[in-house]
C-alpha cells in the first residue's frame, strides 16, 4: 500500500523527512514521515485536514487535483518548518580580522598562526569594524608567489560578499555558502561583526564525515566535484547546423577512441546562450590534444597544423571550416604581466586559466554524454545577471590585457563590469602594471576594441579607468573625439550598405580618429609604444596629414570642378576617404567625398593608347597628359562616348602642341 511504499523510500534513500503525495481514483492522498524534531508531519498534515502525530501522518483529499495539493503543501511547509539550527548556533566567535593596510607577508602568518583559510577585512569606523570584504588563503599565496607581499590586503580581497544575520536558518547559510562560493560567511548583529560561519562548519552540520566516505555520497563542497551539469543536446542541435553538429559528434568518438574527454569550450559555448552567432569552435581535450587533432584530421580527409610548444592544433576542413584544439591545460605567471608558462591539466584547470567566468562553459562530446554542459564557476548565473566577473583577484596582476578584454567583453554584449572586478580593474591601473606589457599586447587588444560593431564606448570605459594614458598621456577621449567616433560608425555603415566587393580595416579608421588630436611627433610616439608596424605606421604618420591637408583644401574651395575633386582624393586609400568623411565638419564637403567615392573614382577614359597612336600621335610622354586631360573633361561631363574623347583628343593636340613637362596623375610635372 501506499503508507508502506512512502516507509519504504524512506529508509531505502536514508531520509529525515518525506511527504509522498498520489492520486488515486477521484482522491489525491498524504503520506508523511519525519525522523526529526525539527518537523511535526502530524502538525502539518492536520492543517490539510489529516491527522497523526509528529512522526507519521496521512491526509486523505477530495475535490482537489494533485497539483493544488502539492502547492498547498509547499505552503504549509514553507510557513511552519522553522529549524533548531541558526547561524548564532553554527557561528565561531570572536571572528578574525584585520585591517585593510595589512600586508599580504603579515595576513599569510596570521592564517598560519590560527590555522584558518580566509581572514575578514574591517576598517574601523565610529568604534565599529566596518566589514570590507574578506582574502583567502589561495589569494595571499599567489600574491606573494608573483612578490606583493608587501602589498596591501585592501588591493586583492573580495568586496562582493554575502553576510548573514544571527536567525538566520540553515537553508540561507546553504545557499550563500555555495551560491557565492564562498569560504567563510560573516554573521552580523545590524552593522556588528558578531561571528563568522566556515564551509567546513556548514558541512559538519549537513553530514557526518563518516556518511560520506561509507556511502560514496558526492560531497558538494569538493570543489572537483562542484561543476553544475545539464543536458543541453536539444538546445545544441537547435542552434547549430546539422553539419557542425556533425563534428561535434565526430570529436566525441576520435576522443573515445583514444580514452580522452573532448570538450567544446569558450566563446562558441557562451555565445550559443546569448543566442549570437559563432562558429569559431574551440575543443578541449583531455589528454594529447595533438594527437587528436592528426587522426580526425586524417579520418575525415582535412588538414592538420600542429604547434608542439604548446599542445595545440589547428583542424581546417576541405570547406574551409576550421577547428582550435588544445590539450587541457593549466598556466601559471611567475611575475606580474608576464607570459603564461602551461602545463597538462583537467578540464576543470584549463577552464580556470581562462579570463572570465562567462568564459568557462563546457559542452561534453564523448558519446553517452554528448551534450552535457558544465559548469564550474557559475557562468550561467553571470550571463543571466549580464555581468562580466574574473575568476580570482589576481587576474589582472597576472595578466593586465585582461583589463581589455573585460571592457571589451561587457560593451559587445550589454553587461556590466562586476564591483569587485571593477576595483580590481582600477588597482591594477594604480599599481601601474600596464607599463610593464609590451606595446605589440597592448596593441592587439586595442585593435580588438577598435573592431568591434560599436567601440565609441568601449573607448569611453578605457578613459573611465584612465588606461589610455597607458598608450600616451596625451590621449583623451573630448567630447569633440566621441562626436569623430559616432562619425565614424555612420561612415562605415553608409559604406558596408553600398554593397561594394573592397576590403577595408574598420579598426584604422577608428585609430586614426583616436590620435586625430595629435601632431605628427605624438603620433610617432604612440606608433612607437604600440610597435605598430611599418605599414601601418605610415598611414597615421604621413597618410592622415596627407588626408588633413585635402580636406582643409576642399573645406576651404567656394566651388571645385569634379577633376579638381578627383585629383584631390584620388591618391588615398579606402579607410583614409572614410577617415575624411568621419572628421569633416561641413556636409557640403562630406557628400562631395561621398559623390567621389560612389561616382567620380569610377570614371575611366575608354580611350587608350592604341586609340591615339591610331590617329597619329607618336608614342612617348604625351600620352599621359593627353590621357588626363581626357579624363579631366569626362569627369567634369564634357565627354559621352568614345567618339567624344576622339574629337577632344584631336582637338586638344592641333591648337595645344605638347608641354615639355607633361603632368602626371594627380597633377604633379614629370
Same mark, same amino acid.
Given at each position: 500500500?501506499?503508507?508502506?511504499?512512502?516507509?519504504?523510500?524512506?529508509?531505502?534513500?536514508?531520509?529525515?523527512?518525506?511527504?509522498?503525495?498520489?492520486?488515486?481514483?477521484? *482522491?489525491?492522498?498524504?503520506?508523511?514521515?519525519?525522523?526529526?524534531?525539527?518537523?511535526?508531519?502530524?502538525?502539518?498534515?492536520?492543517?490539510? %485536514?489529516?491527522?497523526?502525530?509528529?512522526?507519521?501522518?496521512?491526509? &486523505?483529499?477530495?475535490?482537489?487535483?494533485?497539483?493544488?495539493?502539492?502547492?498547498?503543501?509547499?505552503?504549509?511547509?514553507?510557513?511552519?518548518?522553522?529549524?533548531?539550527?541558526?547561524? *548564532?548556533?553554527?557561528?565561531?566567535?570572536?571572528?578574525?580580522?584585520?585591517?585593510? !593596510?595589512?600586508?599580504? =607577508?603579515?595576513?599569510?602568518?596570521?592564517? &598560519?598562526?590560527?590555522?584558518?583559510?580566509?581572514?575578514?577585512?574591517?576598517?574601523?569606523?565610529?568604534?565599529? #569594524?566596518?566589514?570590507?570584504?574578506?582574502?583567502?588563503?589561495?589569494?595571499?599565496?599567489?600574491?606573494?608567489? $608573483?612578490? $606583493?607581499?608587501?602589498? @596591501?590586503?585592501?588591493?586583492?580581497?573580495?568586496?562582493?560578499?554575502?553576510?548573514?544575520?544571527?536567525?538566520?536558518?540553515?537553508?540561507?547559510?546553504?545557499?550563500?555558502?555555495?551560491?557565492?562560493?564562498?569560504?567563510?560567511?560573516?554573521?552580523?548583529?545590524?552593522? #556588528?561583526?558578531?561571528?563568522?560561519?566556515?564551509?567546513?562548519?556548514?558541512?559538519?552540520?549537513?553530514?557526518?564525515?563518516?556518511?560520506?566516505?561509507?556511502?560514496?555520497?558526492?560531497?558538494?563542497?569538493?570543489?572537483?566535484?562542484?561543476?553544475?551539469?545539464?543536458?543541453?543536446?536539444?538546445?545544441?542541435?537547435? +542552434?547549430?547546423?546539422?553539419?557542425?553538429?556533425?563534428?561535434?559528434?565526430?570529436?566525441?568518438?576520435?576522443? &573515445?577512441?583514444?580514452?580522452?574527454?573532448?570538450?567544446?569550450?569558450?566563446?562558441?559555448?557562451?555565445?550559443?546562450?546569448?543566442?549570437?552567432?559563432?562558429? !569559431?569552435?574551440?575543443?578541449?581535450?583531455?589528454?594529447?590534444?595533438?594527437?587528436?587533432?592528426?587522426?580526425?584530421?586524417?579520418?575525415?580527409?582535412?588538414?592538420?597544423?600542429?604547434?608542439?610548444?604548446?599542445?595545440?592544433?589547428?583542424?581546417?576542413?576541405?570547406?574551409?571550416?576550421?577547428?582550435?584544439?588544445?590539450?587541457?591545460?593549466?598556466?601559471?605567471?611567475?611575475?606580474?604581466?608576464?607570459?603564461?608558462?602551461?602545463?597538462?591539466?583537467?578540464?576543470?584547470?584549463?577552464?580556470?586559466? +581562462?579570463?572570465?567566468?562567462?568564459?568557462?562553459?563546457?559542452?561534453?562530446?564523448?558519446? %553517452?554524454?554528448?551534450?552535457?554542459?558544465?559548469? /564550474?564557476?557559475?557562468?550561467?548565473?553571470?550571463?543571466?545577471?549580464?555581468?562580466?566577473?574574473?575568476?580570482?583577484?589576481?587576474?589582472?596582476?597576472? !595578466?593586465?590585457?585582461?583589463? /581589455?578584454?573585460?571592457?571589451?567583453?561587457?560593451?559587445?554584449?550589454?553587461?556590466?563590469?562586476?564591483?569587485?572586478?571593477? %576595483?580590481?580593474?582600477?588597482?591594477?591601473?594604480?599599481?601601474? /602594471?600596464?607599463?610593464?606589457?609590451?606595446?605589440?599586447?597592448?596593441?592587439?587588444?586595442?585593435?580588438?576594441?577598435?573592431?568591434?560593431?560599436?567601440?565609441?564606448?568601449?573607448?569611453?570605459?578605457?578613459?573611465?579607468?584612465?588606461?589610455?594614458?597607458?598608450?600616451?598621456?596625451?590621449?583623451?577621449? @573630448?567630447?569633440? $573625439?566621441?562626436?569623430?567616433?559616432?562619425?565614424?560608425?555612420?561612415?562605415?555603415?553608409?559604406?558596408?550598405?553600398?554593397?561594394?566587393?573592397?576590403?577595408?580595416?574598420?579598426?584604422?579608421?577608428?585609430?586614426?580618429?583616436?590620435?586625430?588630436?595629435? !601632431?605628427?611627433?605624438?603620433?610617432?610616439?604612440?606608433?612607437?609604444?604600440?610597435?605598430?608596424?611599418?605599414?601601418?605606421?605610415?598611414?597615421?604618420?604621413?597618410?592622415?596629414?596627407?588626408?588633413?591637408?585635402?580636406?582643409?583644401?576642399?573645406?576651404?574651395?567656394?566651388?571645385?570642378?569634379?577633376?579638381?575633386?578627383?585629383?584631390?582624393?584620388?591618391?588615398?586609400?579606402?579607410?583614409?576617404?572614410?577617415?575624411?568623411?568621419?572628421?569633416?565638419?561641413? =556636409?557640403?564637403?562630406?557628400?562631395?567625398?561621398?559623390?567621389?567615392?560612389?561616382?567620380?573614382?569610377?570614371?575611366?577614359?575608354?580611350?587608350?593608347?592604341?586609340?591615339?597612336?591610331?590617329?597619329?600621335?607618336?608614342?612617348?610622354?604625351?600620352?599621359?597628359?593627353?590621357?588626363?586631360?581626357?579624363?579631366?573633361?569626362?569627369?567634369?561631363?564634357?565627354?559621352?562616348?568614345?567618339?567624344?574623347?576622339?574629337?577632344?583628343?584631336?582637338?586638344?593636340?592641333?591648337?595645344?602642341?605638347?608641354?615639355?613637362?607633361?603632368?602626371?596623375?594627380?597633377?604633379?610635372?614629370?
Amino acid at each position: 500500500d501506499f503508507a508502506f511504499l512512502t516507509h519504504k523510500m524512506m529508509r531505502m534513500e536514508n531520509l529525515d523527512v518525506l511527504f509522498a503525495i498520489a492520486h488515486m481514483g477521484n *482522491k489525491v492522498y498524504v503520506v508523511a514521515r519525519s525522523k526529526t524534531p525539527d518537523v511535526d508531519v502530524g502538525a502539518m498534515v492536520g492543517i490539510l %485536514g489529516g491527522g497523526g502525530h509528529a512522526f507519521a501522518a496521512a491526509a &486523505t483529499i477530495r475535490d482537489k487535483t494533485q497539483a493544488q495539493v502539492e502547492q498547498e503543501l509547499l505552503e504549509v511547509l514553507h510557513e511552519n518548518i522553522r529549524s533548531g539550527r541558526r547561524a *548564532k548556533d553554527l557561528m565561531s566567535s570572536p571572528a578574525i580580522r584585520v585591517s585593510p !593596510d595589512l600586508s599580504c =607577508e603579515d595576513a599569510r602568518n596570521l592564517l &598560519t598562526r590560527y590555522n584558518i583559510n580566509a581572514l575578514l577585512v574591517a576598517q574601523k569606523e565610529n568604534g565599529i #569594524d566596518k566589514l570590507m570584504g574578506y582574502i583567502s588563503r589561495q589569494v595571499i599565496a599567489k600574491a606573494v608567489h $608573483l612578490k $606583493l607581499e608587501h602589498a @596591501s590586503v585592501s588591493e586583492y580581497m573580495t568586496t562582493e560578499i554575502a553576510v548573514v544575520e544571527t536567525d538566520a536558518e540553515i537553508q540561507e547559510i546553504q545557499e550563500k555558502i555555495i551560491d557565492n562560493k564562498q569560504r567563510v560567511l560573516p554573521v552580523m548583529d545590524h552593522d #556588528d561583526i558578531v561571528g563568522v560561519i566556515t564551509r567546513t562548519d556548514l558541512l559538519n552540520v549537513l553530514v557526518r564525515q563518516s556518511e560520506f566516505r561509507n556511502q560514496r555520497l558526492p560531497d558538494p563542497f569538493r570543489e572537483d566535484i562542484s561543476a553544475r551539469t545539464r543536458n543541453i543536446v536539444r538546445f545544441v542541435k537547435e +542552434r547549430l547546423s546539422d553539419q557542425l553538429v556533425e563534428i561535434l559528434e565526430n570529436v566525441g568518438k576520435v576522443a &573515445t577512441d583514444f580514452g580522452f574527454g573532448a570538450y567544446a569550450v569558450g566563446g562558441f559555448v557562451r555565445d550559443l546562450f546569448l543566442f549570437r552567432k559563432n562558429e !569559431d569552435l574551440d575543443i578541449v581535450i583531455e589528454g594529447d590534444g595533438i594527437a587528436f587533432a592528426q587522426k580526425y584530421a586524417q579520418m575525415h580527409g582535412a588538414r592538420c597544423h600542429q604547434y608542439e610548444k604548446f599542445g595545440t592544433a589547428v583542424i581546417i576542413f576541405p570547406h574551409g571550416f576550421k577547428m582550435d584544439v588544445a590539450s587541457a591545460r593549466m598556466e601559471y605567471y611567475r611575475f606580474p604581466a608576464d607570459l603564461p608558462t602551461v602545463e597538462m591539466s583537467s578540464i576543470k584547470l584549463d577552464l580556470f586559466r +581562462r579570463d572570465f567566468t562567462i568564459n568557462t562553459l563546457a559542452i561534453q562530446l564523448n558519446p %553517452g554524454k554528448f551534450g552535457i554542459l558544465i559548469d /564550474f564557476f557559475s557562468a550561467q548565473k553571470d550571463i543571466k545577471e549580464k555581468s562580466v566577473r574574473i575568476l580570482h583577484n589576481l587576474s589582472f596582476v597576472e !595578466d593586465p590585457t585582461r583589463v /581589455f578584454r573585460a571592457i571589451r567583453f561587457e560593451q559587445r554584449f550589454g553587461f556590466t563590469i562586476g564591483k569587485l572586478t571593477s %576595483g580590481l580593474i582600477e588597482n591594477a591601473v594604480r599599481m601601474d /602594471f600596464f607599463k610593464q606589457l609590451s606595446g605589440r599586447r597592448i596593441f592587439t587588444e586595442l585593435r580588438q576594441i577598435l573592431e568591434e560593431e560599436y567601440p565609441t564606448r568601449a573607448v569611453q570605459r578605457l578613459e573611465d579607468y584612465d588606461l589610455l594614458k597607458f598608450i600616451h598621456p596625451a590621449l583623451r577621449m @573630448s567630447r569633440k $573625439l566621441i562626436s569623430a567616433f559616432n562619425a565614424v560608425k555612420q561612415s562605415l555603415s553608409w559604406h558596408d550598405l553600398l554593397f561594394l566587393e573592397e576590403e577595408y580595416l574598420r579598426w584604422i579608421v577608428y585609430f586614426a580618429v583616436l590620435v586625430s588630436d595629435c !601632431d605628427r611627433k605624438t603620433t610617432e610616439e604612440v606608433c612607437d609604444r604600440l610597435e605598430i608596424a611599418p605599414r601601418h605606421r605610415v598611414i597615421f604618420c604621413n597618410e592622415r596629414f596627407d588626408s588633413e591637408r585635402c580636406l582643409y583644401q576642399i573645406q576651404s574651395s567656394v566651388s571645385l570642378k569634379n577633376s579638381e575633386l578627383y585629383k584631390c582624393l584620388s591618391g588615398f586609400r579606402i579607410e583614409m576617404l572614410l577617415y575624411m568623411m568621419s572628421v569633416a565638419q561641413k =556636409e557640403e564637403v562630406k557628400k562631395a567625398i561621398s559623390y567621389y567615392f560612389t561616382q567620380l573614382r569610377q570614371i575611366k577614359p575608354v580611350i587608350r593608347g592604341n586609340s591615339l597612336k591610331d590617329i597619329g600621335i607618336e608614342p612617348g610622354p604625351i600620352y599621359g597628359q593627353v590621357l588626363n586631360a581626357v579624363l579631366d573633361a569626362k569627369l567634369n561631363g564634357e565627354l559621352q562616348t568614345f567618339e567624344d574623347e576622339l574629337n577632344f583628343v584631336r582637338n586638344y593636340i592641333s591648337p595645344n602642341p605638347p608641354s615639355p613637362f607633361p603632368e602626371r596623375a594627380g597633377g604633379e610635372k614629370s
